[in-house]
């Protein structure tokens, strides 16, 4: 079965440091990579999709087939990207439901 | 509505007793999906219902755990003889269609079961 890993449940980086969240999967298929983020006390939202090459608030993700990651990064971390970090994967056949990992928390100290 | 609507927010219920957690999708969303999450630990997928499909009940972790959903609208999940492990925030999700664009999540409902 598919399965997503997030090895780190505590990030805490200065204002202005580099940031990467570290998220590896194992899928032999072709996989839909996706990181989600929740601000305290909101809910849940999506933050960008492998599929859409896009950067959001600063945040780009690779696909990475070779090494089976998507770490999420961030050249400049800020104050308001304090958060926890989950990544997701789905699948192309079977559960079409997406899995989510443990989640990193995000600490982006002044 | 506007978004993915869940309730109760928070339930406090006596080990054995059973409930009932309820989830509004937004308007057209044909997916309907629910998550569990323990304290501390990631979302643990439960079920997932697609339009008319039969749906995903894979997650669902024993026989206790049930959950309909009326066409493409409210979803109910039931818990029966409820049991301390079972505390943990119920979250629902919506999308369009088989998350494509991704999943609009409900605020959740934190069950505590004492």
């Known amino acids: 079965a598919q399965r997503v890993t997030q090895p780190e449940k505590l990030l805490s980086v200065f204002k202005g440091a580099p940031v990467e969240l570290k998220c590896n999967y194992s899928y032999s298929g072709s996989p839909e990579l996706f990181w989600y983020v929740q601000y305290s006390r909101q809910r849940l939202q999506l933050l960008l999709r492998?599929?859409s090459r896009e950067s959001i608030k600063g945040f780009t993700a690779d696909l990475n087939k070779g090494e089976t990651s998507f770490h999420l990064k961030k050249p400049f971390a800020q104050e308001e990207d304090s958060a926890m970090y989950y990544c997701?994967?789905?699948?192309?056949?079977?559960?079409?439901?997406?899995?989510f990992g443990s989640g990193t928390r995000l600490q982006v100290q002044p | 509505g506007a978004g993915v609507s869940q309730s109760p927010s928070n339930k406090v219920t006596e080990k054995g007793k059973d409930v009932e957690l309820r989830c509004d999708p937004i308007?057209?969303?044909?997916?309907l999906y629910w998550y569990r999450q323990r304290l501390g630990q990631g979302l643990e997928f439960l079920i997932y219902f697609q339009g008319n499909s039969a749906p995903d009940k894979s997650g669902l972790p024993s026989d206790r755990f049930s959950a309909e959903r009326t066409g493409e609208s409210v979803s109910t999940l039931t818990i029966q003889r409820t049991q301390q492990e079972d505390s943990a925030v119920y979250l629902c999700a919506s999308s369009l269609r088989q998350g494509y664009y991704g999943y609009t999540f409900g605020s959740g409902t934190r069950l505590t079961v004492v």
């Open positions: 492998h599929i």
């Open positions: 997701a994967l789905r699948v192309d056949t079977g559960r079409r439901a997406l899995t």
């Open positions: 308007s057209g969303h044909t997916a």
